[in-house]
Structure formats: C-alpha cells, structure tokens
DNA sequence: GGTAGACCTGGACGC
DNA sequence: GCGTCCAGGTCTACC
C-alpha cells in the first residue's frame, strides 16, 4: 500500500531527518544505503511499518506501508509522518530563520525531526535526562519492544503497564515510576497534548505548566519547547559545556559556562534553539561525517560529551 | 534562591 | 570475572 505526501519545495529527506538524535531511536529506523526512513506505527492493534522515500529535493514523499490499513488509519499514519518531518514548516518559515542566521542558508539546515506525537516528545526526553546516549537508545528500543509490541507504546499502554516491569525489563532505572504517572495523566486527560500544541499559548505559559509534569525539569522543558516548535530557549546541558569550552572557547565552571553559551545565542532570539543545535550539529559532523551516514549502533558508541571531545 | 546528595544504568578501567 | 568509578538531569531537603 503506498500513497504520498506533499513537501515543501525547500525539503530534503535526508537531511531533514538526520536533523536530531530522535531519527536514531526507536521505532524510528533511518537506512543510510536507501536514504530511507523506516517507522513503525500501530493500526487497529496490529504494527504496520512505514517507508519513506524522496526520488528529488522538494518532490512528493512516497510512503509504502508493509500492510494495507483503513483510510482513517492512513491519515493518521500520514498525519504523524508530517509531525515527524514538520512538514508544516514551509520555505517561508525556513527563510525566516536563514534571514536571522545565514549561516545555514547554504546548507538549507532548518527542521529538526521530532516524534509523531506530543506524548512520545515527552517520553523520550525523559529517556534521555540522566543518561548517556547509549542508554536512551536501549531505554526506547526497549519501551517499544516490551511494551508498545514493536511500536512506540501509547499513553494508555504505558499508564497500565507496572513500575517493576518498567524498570526490569526496559531498564529505565528510577525514571519508571515518573514515565507511568506522567502516561496516566495523559490517558487520564489532565495533561491535553492539544493546550501544548496551541501556537496561541506564549512560551512562558507553555513552558511552565510543562515543568508542572513529573520527571521535567528545566533541561527537559526547554527541550521539548523546541520539539513544540518554539525556539527561543536552549535546553543546556553538559553537551552545552562541551560545546562552550571546545568551540566557543569559553572558560569557568560548568555553571558560568552555561551562562555564557545562553548569552552568546541570544542574540538570535526566536531562533536561538535551532543556531546552537546547527552548531553543535555540524561539530558532530566534522568527526562523524554527514548525519545521513549514521548508523544508530556507531552513533551509540561515539555519541556521548566526553566521547565527541 | 542556592546547593548537596540521592536516584539508576551501563561503560571504562584496574586488578 | 569482579569491584569501583564515572557520566548524565531531576527532585527533595536543608540552609
């Protein structure tokens, strides 16, 4: 079953994919040799997986999918592929974001990949708090297997599924007990994904009812501020240092090298999220080569503060 | 408002 | 093969 989805004539798959570390974790499978993304979504209870391709920059994305699914069922595959791919982010707002920095006009570097959902946004942040990035990888690989049967778990799986088996058989540590309480409050709909994704919300409302949630602290926030789409905060972290020290130069302790990474992108305002992580993004590069030629598995060795130093 | 220490896991390292 | 140390944000208690 194969059906297509309109991009924006700026769109690049390959690169508007291998845009942030999420392409990497499960049940998202970027396919360096294809050029292809893999994802595996859950219809009518059963799994069904999602390729898709791009034959030209700024041609229709072809989506094949392993099985035929309903047409409500499609649209909703098709809605969450857009999500993932901020599809909604045409060659205008991306020109608006080169007019503040152009120094990825060249490159075209704009979209950061995301999640289909706000839940899954969530939760996966989670997984990456505390923990270097070989974890995080195992943590979703691990939720997707045992919980999700292959896909990325919902809300309500994940509100029913026990502590004790969170952290025994996905090995998510003392992050259990927050991952269960923050899924009931979604499937419970305290927490409504609508009220975050409301573009007519500011910032600082979003932003503090999201540190209101178990488990979100201010790294986490501001992280997933980003993945809202809203860009004028950096989720600092000691990759943040790193950064500050090996790049920028910067000098002190962590704390005051914090501060001064968050004053050097201030100038870029509403668009400072994406100037830092481009940055950091194309430090990767230079030591790892081009993001589409990652492999989750190398990634997984190299991929860590002390590892890219 | 700022800070110390606990919370888990997995990898690195020394023996 | 075992023990120890370390990296990594959030949360709570305390000053």
């Known amino acids: 079953m194969v059906f297509g989805l ?6 690049v798959l390959k690169r508007d994919v291998c845009s942030y570390g999420y392409f990497l974790l499960a049940p998202n499978r970027w396919l360096p040799r294809e050029g292809a993304l893999e994802r595996v979504f859950s219809a009518s209870g059963r799994v069904v997986t999602a390729r898709v391709t ?26 969450g592929l857009s999500r993932m ?10 020109r608006a974001f080169h007019t503040l920095d152009p120094r990825w006009k060249a490159s075209g570097r704009a979209r950061l990949f995301r999640s289909p959902t706000f839940f899954e946004d969530v939760i996966k942040t989670v997984t990456s708090c505390n923990v270097t990035w070989p974890s995080t990888i195992q943590m979703n690989r691990r939720l997707c297997e045992v919980v999700g049967g292959g896909a990325f778990p919902s809300a309500d799986q994940l509100a029913r599924t026990r502590v004790q088996t969170l952290r025994a058989r996905c090995r998510v540590g003392y992050r259990d007990a927050r991952i269960v309480e923050l899924s009931r409050m979604v ?15 500011s910032d600082e409302e979003v932003r503090a009812a999201l540190m209101e949630l178990p488990g979100i602290g201010p790294y986490a926030a501001n992280n997933i501020l980003q993945l809202l789409g809203r860009y004028a905060h950096i989720p600092l972290d000691t990759e943040s240092v790193r950064h500050g020290r090996a790049v920028l130069g910067l000098t002190g302790s962590a704390a005051s090298v914090m501060k001064k990474v968050r004053a050097h992108f201030a100038p870029f305002g509403s668009q400072m999220f994406r100037s830092y992580w481009f940055e950091m993004w194309a430090h990767y590069e230079k030591k790892a080569g081009p993001s589409w030629t990652w492999e989750t598995e190398r990634t997984a060795k190299t991929f860590t503060a002390s590892g890219m130093k």
Not at 6 to 11: L, N, Y
Not at 55 to 78: F, T, Y
């Open 187 to 201: 499937a419970r709909g305290e927490v409504d994904p609508g009220w975050f994704e409301d573009p007519g919300r």
């Open 85 to 94: 791919l901020r599809l909604d982010e045409d060659a205008a707002h991306v």
């Open 6 to 11: 309109a991009a924006p004539r700026d769109f």
């Open 54 to 79: 791009q034959a030209r920059r700024g041609g229709e994305l072809k989506v094949a999918l392993s099985r035929s699914v309903s047409k409500s069922e499609r649209e909703r595959i098709g809605a």
